[in-house]
């Protein structure tokens, strides 16, 4: 089979990835998908980067081995601990997350402060502030871990009194720092954009790191000659790890959109 007909994969932690997934089949609606959810191990953020770098290895194995022509790591975790790794394991181009969001928040910044929220484990691992610092190390980054944004995403409390309140605990400090620039450095803000904006302020660019990573595999498509030719609707296929029922559930808010072919593996 030739290369560009193969599918782009995508795999994260559980359902959060799909709002990457979203962006890329929106930018690149002729494209086949495979996705992975490792819902029987979410979360990610929480865990050590020796777990996440060896369950991201597993995830990708899986992923090659169906055949895929571009692997997109969709979990900000994995790819603050693990891009590096699966990139010296696979030849395939390997697409994380942070970079594009990194590389978008160092440009828009005026005032060069940027606040960056994530899960825990990529506000420890440091990965958003290095990529924006290697391009400006003017650039003052303040990083704020903000993990129970991901269960009110999933709950789909993301405009009532408690999101409202959760926002305004986590962020106002960032405000308070003055920052023009904020990424949303998990997989799961963009749902809460909402209330982020209320407590941010319109004057705060906001960095939808999907939107941003959505961008860099159509150019690496385009770049490698690896986009497909045929103009039909893409088709996709999403495995997962554990709970089919809740992964459809909580997906279809997600995505907007009813999820077949949902299959587990293990
Ligand atoms: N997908 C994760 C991320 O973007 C959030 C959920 C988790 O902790 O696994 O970092």
Same mark, same amino acid.
């Given at each position: ?55 991201? &290895?597993?995830?990708? $194995?899986? %992923?090659?081995?169906?055949? *895929?022509?571009? @692997? #997109?790591?969709? /979990? ?91 926002? &305004?605990?986590?962020? $106002?400090? %960032?405000?308070?720092?003055? *920052?023009?620039? @904020? #990424?949303?450095? /998990? ?80």
């Amino acid at each position: 089979m030739q290369v560009e007909k193969l599918p782009i994969g995508i795999f994260d932690s559980g359902v959060g990835g799909l709002t990457v997934f979203k962006e890329i089949i929106s930018l690149l609606p002729h494209e086949d998908v495979i996705y992975l959810g490792d819902t029987a191990r979410v979360p990610y953020g929480t865990r050590s980067p020796q777990t996440v770098v060896k369950y991201s &290895q597993e995830n990708t $194995r899986f %992923l090659i081995g169906q055949g *895929i022509k571009v @692997l #997109v790591v969709a /979990c900000n975790t994995s790819s603050a601990v693990s891009l590096l790794t699966l990139k010296q394991e696979h030849a395939l181009p390997i697409i994380g997350v942070i970079e594009p969001g990194a590389r978008r928040a160092s440009e828009v910044t005026e005032n060069k402060r940027i606040g960056v929220i994530g899960t825990e484990g990529t506000v420890k691992s440091r990965a958003y502030e290095q990529t924006i610092k290697a391009v400006d190390d003017q650039i003052t980054v303040m990083s704020r871990a903000c993990p129970l944004f991901v269960s009110l995403a999933e709950e789909g409390w993301v405009d009532n009194e408690v999101a409202r309140l959760t926002a &305004q605990g986590y962020l $106002r400090p %960032l405000r308070e720092e003055r *920052i023009d620039t @904020l #990424v949303l450095g /998990c997989t799961h803000y963009p749902l809460l954009e909402g209330v982020i904006r209320e407590v941010m302020g319109d004057e705060v660019y906001l960095v939808n790191s999907a939107k941003e990573t959505a961008k860099e595999v159509q150019q690496v498509l385009t770049e490698g000659r690896l986009a497909k030719a045929a103009k039909k609707d893409g088709s996709y296929r999403f495995y997962i790890t554990d709970n089919r029922q809740r992964f459809i559930k909580v997906g279809e808010r997600f995505l907007g959109r009813p999820l077949r072919t949902v299959e587990l593996v293990t």
